[in-house]
Nanobody, 125 residues
Framework: VQLQASGGGLVQAGGSLRLSCAAS????????WAWFRQAPGKEREFVAA????????YYADSVKGRFTISRDNAKNTGYLQMNSLKPEDTAVYYC???????????????????WGQGTQVTVSS
C-alpha cells in the first residue's frame, strides 16, 4: 500500500483546510486508517482514525468538534476536513493505514504499517 498525502498549506487562525490521502497498490476496504501529526520538537501524535469499511470515527480531544475524518471508496482516498484551525494545529500531518487493528490500537502510531510522506499545515495567528 502506498499513501500520498496532500492539501496542506498556510492558513490564518479560524480558517479551514482539507487534507487528502490517496491510496494505491490495493483497496483499503479491510484496513483501518488514521491521521497523525508532528509539530517541531514533539512526538508524532494521534489526530483521527476510522475503519475504511465505515462505522465510528475517533478523534483526539484537541481536535474533536473541529476535524472530520472521512473516505471516498470509489476514489480510494481519505480526507481530513479541518475547521476552526488554531496556531497549535501547526504540524506535519501524516496519513497511515493498517490491517487487523482492534479498537484500542487505532490511536497507537506503532500499530500502523503504511505511512504517507506528510503534508505541512501552518496556522498563523
Amino acid at each position: 500500500v502506498q499513501l500520498q498525502a496532500s492539501g496542506g498549506g498556510l492558513v490564518q487562525a479560524g480558517g479551514s483546510l482539507r487534507l487528502s490521502c490517496a491510496a494505491s497498490g490495493r483497496t483499503l476496504s479491510s484496513y483501518a486508517w488514521a491521521w497523525f501529526r508532528q509539530a517541531p520538537g514533539k512526538e508524532r501524535e494521534f489526530v483521527a482514525a476510522m475503519r475504511w469499511s465505515g462505522g465510528n470515527t475517533y478523534y483526539a480531544d484537541s481536535v474533536k468538534g473541529r476535524f472530520t475524518i472521512s473516505r471516498d471508496n470509489a476514489k480510494n482516498t481519505g480526507y481530513l476536513q479541518m475547521n476552526s484551525l488554531k496556531p497549535e494545529d501547526t504540524a506535519v500531518y501524516y496519513c497511515a493505514a493498517a490491517q487487523g487493528l482492534i479498537l484500542s490500537d487505532l490511536r497507537r502510531r506503532s500499530r500502523y504499517d503504511y505511512w504517507g510522506q506528510g503534508t505541512q499545515v501552518t496556522v498563523s495567528s
